[in-house]
């Protein structure tokens, strides 16, 4: 007679913050049992989310912020928006989860386990900035297909894990290595064990800065599940798809990592402008690397109303992928002319920045506050949309919200 398999414990552990109970009597439940309770979830519910939040699809899960919610400095979980290409693993047991180094250009496989790479090598915090490629996506035209993002695809969390780099010099990396590509845990939404939803990376230059990091750790907590417990690759201020989550292999490679997800229209732009609308061939089709420069207002929510008189104290994040962000500025007159933002230093390279102003109407009505952002090389974001691309990546349009004065 076959033994009858349980459910093991950490993968209790997950079901349960899955559901945000404790499945009490959960060790009697058999290896594969369908839990009612997941049957029918309420995301928000089931992934720790703000009800402001905003469910662009269930099949994989992709849920934005608005603007208004990403005020906090540092983006607090339920604000923090999930892109997922494939199913959101569930059966994760961090105690046996292990990472492993291949591909043509290590000197040899080796494999860590999560306990090994916690203990042997030195952690790094910093706060960095993940913008999906596709956010702004919704104002593409001719339209793009994809999620519809608005502006909400956007955070920057605190991020705590060991420097790619000092584990790849344990491993060992052969001259000729030009690319990192990552494995992960989730499934392919075809359920094919044998297809990965995604599997994309960055070239060794960035897999070797200091910010880069395997993390296990985001806002101070072990990471929450639908952004890549336990162990995520971060590569901070690159389109966060760069960012694999439940991250189980890293390949470096001889050449230009080709996992699902590299080539073709995905996250990969014309290299030179081209006319919206306008098929572009695969050659003249670039990988997206640093995003490009951009700000959000966070404060106030769009549709704000004001007494006449009042002045209006402004606030919000800019940043601009491997670039600092030089001057944030204002307009409340579609752009004719714009004041400068006071802006603060990023507290680390890739972290986004903050600024604020104090805004005076001169009279009853209606108004805009426009921002927009300049980088470190003198590149400002436009007022309008931006290049036209098949996929609809890099939005990077002035963000602006509405004002009443009455
Ligand atoms: N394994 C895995 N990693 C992934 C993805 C995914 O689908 N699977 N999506 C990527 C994309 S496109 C984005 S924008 C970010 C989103 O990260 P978040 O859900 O934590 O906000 O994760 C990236 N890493
Ligand atoms: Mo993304």
């Known amino acids: 007679m076959q033994r009858r398999k349980f459910i093991k414990k950490g993968s209790l552990i997950t079901l349960s913050g899955l559901l945000g109970a404790e499945i009490v009597f959960g060790k009697n439940l058999p290896l594969g049992y369908d839990l009612l309770g997941l049957q029918d979830p309420d995301p928000f519910k089931m992934f720790n ?17 608005q603007a208004h919610l990403l005020d906090d400095k540092i983006t607090p979980n339920k604000y923090m928006f999930i892109r997922n290409n494939g199913i959101i693993p569930t059966k994760i047991s961090a105690d046996d989860w292990t990472l492993v180094f291949d591909g043509e250009s290590v000197l040899q496989k080796k494999t860590y386990t999560l306990q090994e790479l916690k203990s042997k090598f030195k952690h790094y915090t910093y706060q960095l900035t993940l913008e999906c490629g596709g956010n702004g996506r919704s104002e593409f035209d001719p339209p793009a297909k994809g999620n519809q993002w608005t502006v909400g695809a956007v955070s920057c969390a605190e991020w705590t894990g060991v420097r790619l780099r000092d584990v790849l010099d344990d491993v060992g990396v052969k001259s000729n290595a030009v690319y990192i ?3 992960a845990a989730d499934i392919h939404l075809s359920g094919d064990p044998d297809k990965e ?3 994309r990376g960055v070239p060794m230059s960035k897999a070797l800065q200091e910010e880069t990091l395997l993390a296990f750790r985001m806002n101070g907590e072990d990471i929450p599940l639908a952004h890549g417990y336990p162990l995520r690759l971060i590569a901070g ?9 439940w991250l189980k292999g890293i390949s470096v490679r001889n050449k230009v990592h080709d996992g699902t997800k590299m080539t073709g229209t995905a996250y990969r732009v014309p290299c030179e402008p081209v006319a919206p609308g306008e098929k572009v061939a695969d050659e003249d089709m670039c990988i997206i690397e640093s995003m490009p420069v951009k700000s959000l207002i966070t404060y106030p929510k769009s549709g704000a109303i004001l007494k006449e008189g009042q002045s209006l104290k402004i606030r919000g994040h800019a940043w601009a992928g491997e670039l600092s962000v030089s001057k944030v500025e204002y307009s409340i007159d579609f ?8 802006l603060e230093k ?3 390279r890739l972290a986004w920045q903050h600024f604020r102003a104090d805004v005076q109407f001169p009279k009853m009505g209606y108004y ?5 952002a300049t980088d470190s090389q003198g590149v400002s974001q436009p007022m309008l949309l931006p290049g036209w691309n098949p996929k609809g990546y890099l939005n990077n349009a002035c963000h602006r919200i509405a004002i009443k004065v009455s």
């Open 197 to 199: 939803p995604i599997s």
């Open 49 to 65: 989310k703000d009800s402001q939040m905003v469910v662009l699809n269930d099949k994989p899960w992709n849920i934005e912020a």
């Open 346 to 348: 990023a507290v680390n």
């Open 368 to 372: 805009e506050v426009w921002a927009r």
């Open 181 to 183: 590509g990552y494995h």
């Open 237 to 245: 201020g690159w389109p966060a798809s760069a960012s694999g989550k």
């Open 335 to 342: 752009g004719s002319t714009w004041k400068t933002c006071s």
